[in-house]
């Protein structure tokens, strides 16, 4: 039996599995980038006192995350404006921690501080869809 196009119904019913195919694909696809965005930075208090009133600021937004036990982490996924950079604010002070990115960018950066200075980051941030 032909289509009304002329082409074989088995040839038909192929190419639909193919375009349904495509179009979970390109779902998928399209909801992995729109949920894979921005940065989430954890911040680890390796210090010997509770950090008060914590926000984490990056270009353009400040995220305030409250208070970190000794032991203690506390994670935010933060979207900067343009070229940026962390900082790390308490009651006690404020901490520039070592990293760029920009918006748009995705993945992690792990941070370990005490009340004085930044210990440790680990940076995973990419720029790419992967």
Known sequence: MLFARGLPAELGLRMKWVLAIVAVLICIASSFLLLNRGVVVTIRNVGTETLSGVVVHVTGNAYPI?????????????????????????????????????????????????????????????????
């Open 66 to 130: 409250g208070d970190i036990q000794v032991g203690s982490e506390r994670s935010v996924q933060v979207s900067p404006s343009g070229e940026s950079h962390v900082e790390i604010e308490h009651s006690k002070g404020r901490l520039i921690v070592s990293t760029y990115f920009e918006s748009g960018y995705h993945g992690k950066v792990s941070v370990e501080v005490t009340r004085d200075e930044v210990k440790r980051v680990q940076d995973e941030v990419r720029t790419g869809i992967i």
